[in-house]
């Protein structure tokens, strides 16, 4: 049987989307450890993953051994409630 796909919360109802969305908005990158710290989530791969679903773009980087860094792209100044 395909997967067909993940199965993405909205970010109208999810607090986990909206406190990394509300984070990562300003167009900053972040290291995964950052988020995780700032945000107070885990599973930062899982979340953007859910974010893209939601038509939210981002980019990911490599930046050292196992650091990665992620940044929405396009910027937004709304809060999503």
């Known amino acids: 049987m395909a997967s067909k796909g993940i199965h993405a919360a909205r970010v109208e109802n999810s607090p986990r989307l909206q406190r ?3 984070l990562m908005k300003d167009g900053k990158p972040r290291t995964t450890r950052q988020i995780i710290k700032e945000a107070d989530v885990c599973a930062v791969n899982s979340i953007f993953s859910e974010l893209e679903a939601n038509g939210i773009k981002y980019k990911c980087n490599r930046i050292g051994r196992g650091v ?7 910027g937004s100044n709304e809060t999503v409630s």
């Open 20 to 22: 990394v969305y509300d």
């Open 68 to 74: 990665y860094q992620y940044q929405l792209l396009g």
